[in-house]
């Protein structure tokens, strides 16, 4: 088992850092080159910038019983194809059960977008994203329920 973060916009590194110390994980960090992090446990990897390219990095580097951290729901459904698990930096994981529903709510504002409407922003982290983060990824890791 690895921790693969799409990092270029995750909040909570030190979150996954945390846990995966405590553990004995490897992680991984994909950014592409506009970003710059920096990390004593982590790898951190680089990929350009072109469209979709840390994505598809996270997605072909996901195996089996590794935990992807992404915000990207079709990131999410292309690790859960290979037998993944997926969190989101918020905390929220997701399953064959939600996923197809996540998709097609992102499928319906991309279509209000499209035509001229407007769809909710992102609510600012708080702290119960951090409690989250960190208990669900502990319940990953320690592969409880799933």
């Known amino acids: ?61 996901a195996k089996q019983n590794d935990i992807v951290v992404s915000q990207d729901f079709g990131v999410a459904a292309m690790v859960l194809g290979k037998k993944a698990f997926a969190i989101s930096p918020k905390g929220y994981i997701y399953t ?8 097609f709510e992102r499928h319906i504002s991309a279509k209000v977008r499209r035509g001229g409407g407007k769809t909710s922003n992102q609510k600012k982290r708080s702290r119960e994203d951090d409690e989250r983060l960190y208990r669900n990824l502990l319940k990953l890791i320690k592969n409880e329920s799933m």
Do not use: W
Request: proline share 1%; net charge negative.
């Open 96 to 103: 064959n059960d939600n996923i197809d529903k996540l998709l």
């Open 1 to 61: 088992m690895r921790i693969i973060v799409d990092a270029d916009a995750c909040p909570g590194k030190d979150i996954i850092e945390e846990l995966g110390k405590e553990h004995g994980l490897e992680i991984i960090m994909y950014c592409d080159i506009n970003h710059f992090l920096s990390s004593d446990y982590s790898t951190i990897k680089y990929m350009d910038s072109g469209f979709q390219s840390v994505d598809m990095a996270v997605a072909n580097e």
